[in-house]
């Protein structure tokens, strides 16, 4: 009961705190109620692909034509896979079949072979390939840009920019990601609701998650982790005297409140205390729920996944029921060496995807979570010989119950690298499909009205489309 | 105004005399210009005839320890107690520095087939005991920016360790020598991408890689937006910040760091001479782009040889305006706050770009060439504003700690015995946040660092004023416990050890331990090692009431004292005012 009061008075804390920056979330607060639509359970997962994925690495040409045009923008790449068992080579491909194949004329695809997991969830329905996305302020093509006729996102090609912007829609140093107001809208609607394990990652803080409402929990891939000095007698003394040092070293690390008014001594006692706290109910959620029996792969990502299926299979204990997740998986900036670390990296990632599949299958979540890739920026089509540099635009994958699956939403420009779509040096895709227009599409399964997704979204009055379709 | 021109009159003094002590008295103090911009003047400041950075308590020996060094010990607390800071940072100067490659190579000779990362458990060993602490903590800080990571599985001890030593070497040179020899070491090359980069190929359409060209710029130099001298932004007629440069100038750039592989007869030898793996970066013509090279404002002409175009190329980058702020930023971030005044990091930048800083006592530091790394560090350590109390209390002010100098800083207040990190498992890899510290030194997830310098946390007090906290950005749920966990680990010397006998990692209590019989001297003690005197009442009482609950009883005394002690330093590093330094 006290509870609900202060978390009551944290939402309306929050709401005022918005009010006063002039956020359009908070000139809203008083004009209309707020409708986000949050029955039942959803939750969103991100994987996040650091370094930039190679899209045309990903979804490869399935067609003659096609993957000549590919050959031949792109020789030193495919020439290495021929040392390395050919798998970019027609022959070693198994093409998708979407229920769109005719969108794309006579064009056919096949995904990297190592994606073969992911191409059974594309097939069965419960996958899509969004085409081309990425950021952009309004629709752009190479003579709009050329002729400075069209406003550019800031900062393209640089990491850790294009990452905050897919994030966040704003460079590095924007505080609130579109993760992050999709929990508040949730939150705000249902103030009953635990902000505290509300947005969750599982590889560090993001910008994705970070919320007004919204408080970032990292969730470790090891499953629940105690503090062995509290949770084990034996390191202060099995004594009763020791027993009550224990428990008063356990109030001490949960302090969360300070006198001292320096702005970073009261940061660091709230995420001491925050932690300490936070940590408790998790680990006591988790301790008591049934150990999954679908197994993941020990790898990064693997484990990553696991721990989100842990995580949502936990969320009625931890009373929360709109969840957005970030997965972190490092390594596609292939500037060198892509032909060995690219196919490892997607392996590692369908493999994982797979498991997630099985693993909220068994929970009977499947038809509840949407996962999604993101990625810095695609990569340069032209090579510099044995990788890719940076580039803009990329095709990603969106996988759940709830997709309108075995089809290709955006677009997939072809190869001819003189047209619109491409930037006139190294053949940087230049975006079909907005970051925010894909955001709007999982935010709108997600719950959010449209008056939410407009104040999340910034520029998505700028496209004439605002929900892709993906998602029923 | 007045500082202004006594500084002047000291330098041209100082050129005309090797006498500083002369100096001092004739063109310091006296003129009652005051001591280094503090605005009490009359009262409450120091003696009038004091330095400001003379150091007047224990508690701000251990602060300046935290900041200068890797923290200290109780000894070299009270030996620092009553001099100047200036005069140590004078001896840390011309101190000989601990370099890595040497000892690995002899440790090779001697037969031994050394770890994939035997450098880093070196790292540990030079950053936990090394005499020259100030050297190695500005390796620390600088492999925070010019990054190159360990984490790959590429990764060679002996080619590492090059790089490190390009760190250690330069670490109390100049900028511009880092950038050149940094540029040349194999293993930023292989990190980077650049290593065996070739020009480009008309024929298959085949273009140079660019990687280096943009994080040189972004990361190393002057980064995307054009900078004043005091790290702000310049902003255009439109009120946006300027960027510094565009992807053509990334295209040009690329051109340049083409060409280069190991030190061996051919481009595309494998392994490279015997010594290649430790050696610069050799340049191979053929493989160079002959194409001209325009970037930033300036064309390289065509057919510019490889080693003249990296030249020529570091030389213009080196001379933007941006570096001096842009470097001097960081530095600060590294040493002493994380959300620095501006006016502060305009001081530092203005050291940088004269290559001279002359401290509050009249030693003059620094070669005077642009770039200098000893005046911009003395700047950044010796600055008044750290002593003059103008900034101890104020609410924005602060640094918070990285895991790693916090973890070091524990095992240097208690002077651990047989610092040998090769021993210890847990020193292997420390960077997950769940059951280490969730960092390791020289191995961040990318070249972005462990976190950015314009991080600004969500949600917080800091956040909510724009104040950028780097470090904030790798605390989490996760990282919290992973530390407590570890730290409990060496405190209780519970630790991961291949041979137990070594008892490496051993804290010495003893002086605790004599204390244990009085908890709130012994928390006074904790306060002075650990938090420079800034523990908060509310932390030193629960400390004391908390170990206060362990009795000590007739016949268990040792151990009932030593358990007080364990407990008492476990709580004095989880306290708020351990992770902020100020």
């Known amino acids: 009961m006290a509870n609900i009061n202060r978390r009551r008075f944290v939402t309306n804390a929050s709401a005022l705190t918005l009010m006063s920056s002039a956020g359009i979330l908070g000139s809203m607060s008083q004009s209309r109620v707020f409708a986000a639509d949050t029955s039942g359970y959803k939750a969103l997962v991100c994987i996040f692909l650091f370094g930039g994925l190679d899209h045309a690495d990903t979804l490869l040409p399935y067609d003659a034509p096609s993957h000549a045009l590919l050959r031949n923008a792109r020789p030193a790449i495919l020439n290495r896979y021929q040392g390395t068992g050919a798998s970019r080579e027609i022959s070693n491909l198994t093409a998708l079949t979407p229920v769109n194949a005719g969108d794309f004329g006579g064009r056919q695809f096949a995904l990297a072979p190592e994606l073969d997991p992911l191409r059974a969830l594309f097939q069965s329905g419960d996958a899509a390939i969004v085409g081309n996305v990425g950021p952009l302020i309004e629709p752009t093509t190479r003579t709009l840009m050329e002729a400075n006729g069209v406003e550019l996102p800031p900062r393209l090609f640089s990491h850790n920019d294009q990452q905050s912007t897919w994030e966040s829609l704003g460079v590095e140093g924007e505080k609130i990601g579109w993760g992050g107001k999709f929990v508040d809208a949730a939150l705000i609607a249902d103030p009953s609701s635990n902000p505290a394990f509300a947005a969750i990652n599982t590889s560090g803080n993001n910008v994705f998650l970070a919320g007004n409402v919204a408080q970032q929990f990292r969730v470790g891939s090891g499953g629940a982790n105690p503090i062995q000095v509290i949770d084990q007698r034996s390191t202060i003394g099995r004594t009763n005297e020791g027993d009550a040092a224990r428990d008063s070293f356990r109030s001490f690390l949960g302090r969360t409140v300070t006198a001292d008014s320096n702005y970073f001594i009261t940061d660091a006692t709230r995420a001491i205390g925050g932690a300490i706290a936070n940590n408790d109910i998790y680990n006591a959620a988790y301790e008591n729920a049934v150990p999954l029996t679908t197994v993941f792969p020990e790898t990064r990502i693997g484990r990553q996944l696991r721990a989100v299926v842990e995580t949502i299979d936990i969320a009625p204990a931890l009373n929360v029921n709109r969840q957005v997740f970030l997965v972190g998986m490092g390594g596609y900036d292939t500037h060198s060496n892509q032909t060995n670390s690219l196919p490892a990296l997607l392996g590692e990632l369908a493999e994982g995807i797979a498991a997630f599949s099985a693993g909220l299958s068994e929970i009977n979540r499947w038809n509840d979570v949407v996962g999604f890739t993101a990625s810095d920026f695609g990569r340069t089509v032209i090579d510099n010989g044995d990788g890719t540099d940076h580039g803009w635009g990329a095709h990603h994958v969106v996988f759940g119950g709830d997709v309108i699956g075995q089809r290709i939403y955006g677009e997939v420009p072809d190869l001819d690298l003189s047209s619109e779509r491409y930037t006139e040096r190294r053949a940087r895709l230049i975006p079909s499909v907005s970051v925010e227009q894909y955001a709007a599409t999982l935010g709108s399964w997600f719950g959010l009205d449209s008056g939410e997704l407009a104040a999340a979204l910034p520029n998505l009055g700028n496209f004439n489309q605002a929900n892709l379709g993906f998602l029923s | ?582």
């Not at chain 2, 140590?88 to 990362?117: C, H, M």
């Not at chain 2, 409990?488 to 010495?508: A, G, H, S, V």
């Open chain 2, 1 to 582: 105004m007045g500082n202004q021109f006594r500084r002047l009159g000291l330098v041209a003094c100082v050129a005309a005399s090797a006498v500083l002590a002369a100096c001092t008295q004739s063109g310091g103090d006296s003129g009652g210009t005051g001591s280094g911009g503090g605005s009490g003047g009359g009262t409450g400041g120091p003696p009038a005839n004091a330095s400001v950075t003379q150091i007047d308590s224990q508690g701000e020996a251990a602060t300046f320890l935290a900041r200068a060094a890797f923290g200290g010990s109780m000894a070299q607390i009270d030996s620092l107690n009553g001099g100047d800071a200036a005069n140590w940072v004078q001896s840390e100067f011309n101190k000989s520095p601990t370099f890595y490659l040497p000892t690995l190579i002899a440790r090779e000779q001697l037969g031994e087939d050394l770890d994939q990362r035997a450098h880093s458990r070196l790292i540990w060993d030079s950053f936990v005991a090394g005499d020259d602490q100030l050297r190695q903590r500005m390796v620390f800080a600088l492999s925070q920016i010019v990054v190159a990571s360990d984490r790959e599985s590429f990764v060679r001890p002996l080619t590492y360790a090059y790089y490190v030593d390009a760190l250690v070497e330069n670490a109390f040179g100049n900028y511009r020598d880092l950038l050149q020899d940094v540029t040349y070491s194999p293993y930023m090359s292989q990190y980077l991408t650049y290593f065996k980069n070739r020009k480009g190929d008309p024929n298959t359409g085949r273009m140079p890689d660019e990687n280096y060209a943009r994080e040189l710029l972004q990361l190393f130099t002057i980064g995307l937006v054009e900078l004043n001298m005091d790290g702000t932004p310049r902003l255009g007629p439109d009120n946006q910040p300027i960027e510094t440069y565009t992807n053509d100038d990334i295209v040009g750039l690329a051109r340049v760091f083409t060409g280069f592989s190991w030190k061996a007869d051919r481009f595309d030898s494998n392994n490279g001479d015997d010594d290649a793996e430790y050696s610069a970066l050799q340049s191979f013509a053929d493989e160079h782009s002959e194409l001209e090279k325009t970037f930033l404002g300036t064309t390289i002409p065509a057919g510019t040889g490889a080693d003249e175009s990296v030249t020529l190329a570091l030389d213009h980058i080196f001379a933007h305006p941006n570096v001096a702020p842009f470097v001097s930023r960081q530095l600060i971030q590294r040493f002493t706050a994380s959300n620095p005044d501006p006016a502060y990091v305009a001081r530092v930048a203005a050291a940088f770009e004269t290559g001279t800083f002359v401290s509050d006592n009249d030693i003059t530091f620094g070669s005077g060439a642009r770039g200098d790394l000893r005046a911009t560090l003395a700047a950044v350590l010796l600055d008044a504003s750290l002593y003059d109390g103008s900034t101890a209390n104020q609410d924005d002010f602060g640094k918070i700690r990285e895991p790693v100098l916090r973890f070091i800083h524990w095992a240097r207040a208690f002077s651990v015995q047989n610092v040998n990190s090769g021993n210890e498992r847990l020193l292997g890899d420390t960077s997950s946040p769940e059951d280490r510290i969730g960092q390791h030194p020289f191995r961040s997830p990318s070249v972005f660092n462990f976190y950015r310098p314009g991080y600004i946390a969500p949600n917080t007090e800091t956040g909510q004023r724009d104040l950028t906290a780097p470090e904030l950005q790798i605390v989490n749920a996760s990282s919290t416990i992973g530390y407590i966990n570890f730290l409990t680990d060496f405190i209780y010397e519970d630790t991961n050890q291949r041979d137990d006998t070594l008892e490496t990692y051993k804290p010495d209590f003893s002086a605790e331990i004599a204390l244990a019989d009085n908890p709130a001297a012994l928390t006074d003690r904790l306060d002075i090692l650990l938090t420079g005197g800034r523990m908060s009442d509310d932390t030193k009482q629960q400390i004391i009431d908390t170990i206060s609950l362990l009795p000590i009883e007739a016949g268990t005394e040792a151990e009932d004292r030593d358990r007080r002690v364990r407990l008492a330093a476990l709580m004095a590093v989880n306290a708020p005012s351990f992770f902020v330094l100020r």
